[in-house]
């Protein structure tokens, strides 16, 4: 069966969009930034401790793994992972302080940067290594 093409730009679009819904619901201030290559997606505020994250937003419709390259990664950010699957059925969140990932590549990369000398033209994170991280909202409490 064929799969029916989606937008790449709706889908990131969706899952910025669902991810400010959940930090509104949360009690947290959240503003999504538009324009192209952008290299924050969302800012997001706790006034409970008066403090400030910038947070990188990366959707996929169905589970597989997350193109993102290492030397993109910033430790300061705050990465949400989004699998938004079809319409009737609900999406996974997984919330990933940036320092987590740098200080282990290896485990969230898998094989991606395991050899230098022949490195991956498409370097993604892991589906697995984020499960520890599902619905891990509270490090904006952090």
Same mark, same amino acid.
């Given at each position: 069966?064929?799969?029916?093409?989606?937008?790449?730009?709706?889908?990131?679009?969706?899952?910025?969009?669902?991810?400010?819904g959940k930090l509104f619901k949360r009690g947290y201030q959240a503003s999504i930034?538009?324009?192209?290559a952008k290299a924050i997606d969302v800012f997001v505020h706790n006034p409970r401790i008066d403090k400030s994250y910038n947070v990188q937003?990366?959707?996929?419709?169905?589970?597989n793994c997350f193109p993102i390259k290492k030397e993109?990664?910033?430790?300061e950010y705050m990465y949400v992972f989004i699998l938004l699957y079809e319409f009737d059925q609900l999406e996974e969140y997984f919330i990933v302080p940036g320092s987590d990932i740098i200080q282990d590549i290896d485990k969230f990369f898998g094989s991606t940067y395991?050899? *230098?000398?022949? =490195?991956?033209?498409?370097?993604?994170?892991?589906?697995? *290594?984020?499960? =520890?991280y599902k619905d891990n909202w509270q490090v904006f409490d952090k």
């Amino acid at each position: 069966m064929k799969r029916e093409y989606r937008d790449q730009q709706l889908t990131g679009m969706a899952g910025e969009f669902l991810t400010v819904g959940k930090l509104f619901k949360r009690g947290y201030q959240a503003s999504i930034t538009f324009g192209n290559a952008k290299a924050i997606d969302v800012f997001v505020h706790n006034p409970r401790i008066d403090k400030s994250y910038n947070v990188q937003v990366k959707t996929l419709r169905h589970k597989n793994c997350f193109p993102i390259k290492k030397e993109s990664l910033k430790s300061e950010y705050m990465y949400v992972f989004i699998l938004l699957y079809e319409f009737d059925q609900l999406e996974e969140y997984f919330i990933v302080p940036g320092s987590d990932i740098i200080q282990d590549i290896d485990k969230f990369f898998g094989s991606t940067y395991r050899n *230098p000398a022949k =490195p991956s033209s498409m370097p993604a994170i892991n589906y697995g *290594p984020l499960a =520890p991280y599902k619905d891990n909202w509270q490090v904006f409490d952090k």
